[in-house]
């Protein structure tokens, strides 16, 4: 069974641009997550989807945007960056339903911004 | 909002030996505390969790203990083994609620355990 799968693994941007981050959940899972991992603030939610809807919402501010397709794979999208958005970017699949809310990670973007 | 604190940020450990990583937590409001292990360059891997209902949670050489009254749980890994050295992140899941997705993270332990 493939795992969640991160694209791309690695890039750098400079402030200003934008980036679209890709993610393939585990086929059969609906629900997909997205975290921001720094030295300094550790692991973050930034969002969840599932079924395409926007379900919950971490405390980021709206730079920091997603989306659902049909078939589960989700982007995320960071605008206008910062040199702070400099970090690595998890997704995270799961089933969705109720339950222990265990996720399987994929193993992350890693973004520079310069 | 919960908070979820790992005050310890490495433990070193001989091979063979008991390692116990540690977590408290805030908020008494939780449904299940999950505990996950990362290696350089990998996403975070699902180890084992533990429900509000219960104190104890055992699988193979990983157990986690749940005291809820000192609103603190320990991961303990019998024996430890160099392939386990890792960050360790503790994180709540307030499943119940509409925290769908949302796991809130300790800032993680560095185990090392020596040959």
């Known amino acids: 069974k493939a795992g969640v799968t991160q694209t791309p693994r690695y890039l750098i941007k400079t402030r200003g641009q934008q980036v679209t981050l890709s993610c393939s959940p585990i086929?059969?899972?609906?629900?997909v997550s997205w975290y921001q991992q720094t030295p300094g603030q550790g692991l973050q939610f930034l969002f969840e989807?599932?079924?395409?809807?926007?379900?919950n919402k971490g405390n980021f501010p709206g730079r920091f945007s997603g989306r659902q397709f049909s078939n589960s794979r989700s982007e995320m999208n960071v605008s206008t960056l910062e040199l702070g958005d400099s970090a690595l970017y998890l997704c995270?699949?799961?089933?969705?339903?109720?339950?222990?809310?265990?996720?399987?990670f994929g193993a992350g973007s890693r973004l520079t911004v310069l | 909002d919960q908070q979820v604190k790992q005050n310890s940020p490495s433990l070193s450990v001989q091979e063979g030996r008991i390692s116990i990583l540690n977590c408290d937590y805030t908020?008494?409001?939780?449904?299940?505390f999950l505990w996950y292990k990362k290696y350089p360059a990998e996403g975070p891997t699902f180890l084992i969790s533990?429900?509000?209902?219960?104190d104890k949670n055992e699988d193979g050489r990983f157990t986690v203990f749940l005291n809820k009254s000192a609103k603190h749980l320990s991961l303990h890994i019998v024996p430890s083994q160099p392939g386990d050295s890792a960050v360790y992140f503790c994180?709540?899941?307030?499943?119940?609620?509409?925290?769908?997705?949302?796991?809130?993270f300790g800032q993680g332990t560095i185990l090392t355990v020596h040959p």
């Open positions: 995270a699949s799961s089933a969705g339903g109720s339950g222990a809310n265990v996720l399987t």
């Open positions: 086929s059969g899972h609906r629900s």
């Open positions: 989807y599932f079924s395409e809807t926007q379900r």
């Open positions: 908020n008494s409001m939780f449904d299940y």
């Open positions: 533990i429900s509000s209902i219960k």
């Open positions: 994180a709540d899941s307030n499943a119940g609620g509409t925290s769908y997705g949302k796991l809130t």
